[in-house]
């Protein structure tokens, strides 16, 4: 599986960014792809996850209500929308690929894609 992230780039505070996440190769139902960020000098965290089959979605407290995962199947493609966007997210944003249902942790995650830089300017 080959993940590919874009759809970076600078926004003011309160705007919105689209990130998408385009996945080639094999992908199974039972496939998890999750958004991960990490912000200049901390560790990388878990932003949200969606279920390959289904669509059923996650996300960490930190950024429910404010931000949407959603899949086209047919485009083999997953999107992070981000609304009400705050400093704090500013971070370079990375899709992964899990096996494991209701994945949260790095280490669950087999394949990942190149990260997108999101700058959120207050």
């Known amino acids: 599986v080959q993940l590919q992230a874009s759809g970076g780039g600078l926004v003011q505070a309160g705007g919105s960014l689209r990130l998408s996440c385009a996945a080639s190769?094999?992908?199974?139902?039972?496939?998890?792809i999750g958004w991960f960020r990490q912000a200049p000098g901390k560790e990388r965290e878990f932003v949200g996850g969606?279920?390959?089959?289904?669509?059923?979605?996650y996300y960490a407290d930190s950024v429910k209500g404010r931000f949407t995962i959603s899949r086209d199947n047919a485009k083999n493609t997953v999107y992070l929308q981000m609304n009400s966007l705050k400093p704090e997210d500013t971070a370079v944003y990375y899709c992964?690929?899990?096996?494991?249902?209701?994945?949260?942790?790095?280490?669950?995650?087999?394949?990942w894609g190149q990260g997108t830089q999101v700058t959120v300017s207050s």
């Open positions: 992964a690929a899990s096996g494991g249902r209701g994945a949260t942790r790095e280490y669950e995650y087999d394949y």
């Open positions: 969606i279920r390959w089959s289904g669509g059923r979605t």
């Open positions: 190769g094999r992908i199974f139902d039972s496939y998890t």
